[in-house]
Each structure stands twice: as C-alpha cells, then as structure tokens.
Nanobody, 126 residues
Framework: QVQLVESGGGLVQAGGSLRLSCAASGRTFSYYGMGWFRQAPGKEREFVAAISWSGSNTYYADSVKGRFTISRDDAKNTMYLQMSSLKPEDTAVYYC???????????????????WGQGTQVTVSS
C-alpha cells in the first residue's frame, strides 16, 4: 500500500511563497509520474502540476504557470511544489497524487491517478 503525506501548507500573504512537500512510502517512487491537485471550498478538484517519472517532463495549469515549480527527489522519495507570487485564489487544499502504473492518458485528468494524500491547506490572505 502506497502512502503519500503532504506538508508545508499554511497561511501566507498575497505575493508570498510556500513550498509543499509530498513524502511517499515504498521503494518504487521513481517509477511513477506524480502530480498536485487542489480543491477550494465549493469547487471541484482541479489540476495544478505534474511531473513525469523521469522528471524530464513537467505540466502546469495555466493559472499557475510561471509561478509554481514542481520537482522531485527520488533519493528522498519526495516531490515538491514551490509556489511563488501567491494569490488569494490559490487558497485551497492541495493534494499529492501518484499516476497510475499504466502511465497513459492525460496528466491533467484526476482519473489517471490512483493514490492520493490527505491534503494540506494553503490559505493566501489579501
């Protein structure tokens, strides 16, 4: 069973930065693509960013492109999301997720991911 544990969320002022971490259990972390999704109150969960198993390909939602950076450290079984120039509309619970072993389909769809963390709250004040 894979466990994903997010950390690094919190309260920050608009324009500030935060770095989220996602620690994964197991010895096969490097075999899988990984992603971040978020869900704001009253809204559906939405794609934020993803990274391929090799780390050579990254994907971003238009709303965060140029402000957020996804990365991974396979030696530490950890994925990161560096968030800068944060805006109040970035306020949400952020979820870490692992891509399905089939590694097919769009990186932007939540249906292509199987394991999910419990989420970490990010609140950006104006």
């Amino acid at each position: 069973q894979v466990q994903l544990v997010e950390s690094g969320g919190g309260l920050v002022q608009a324009g500030g930065s935060l770095r989220l971490s996602c620690a994964a259990s197991g010895r096969t972390f490097s075999y899988y693509g990984m992603g971040w999704f978020r869900q704001a109150p009253g809204k559906e969960r939405e794609f934020v960013a993803a990274i391929s198993w090799s780390g050579s390909n990254t994907y971003y939602a238009d709303s965060v492109k140029g402000r957020f950076t996804i990365s991974r450290d396979d030696a530490k079984n950890t994925m990161y999301l560096q968030m800068s120039s944060l805006k109040p509309e970035d306020t949400a619970v952020y979820y870490c997720t692992r891509r399905r072993a089939s590694n097919s389909g769009s990186y932007y769809s939540s249906h292509q991911y199987d394991y999910w963390g419990q989420g970490t709250q990010v609140t950006v004040s104006s």
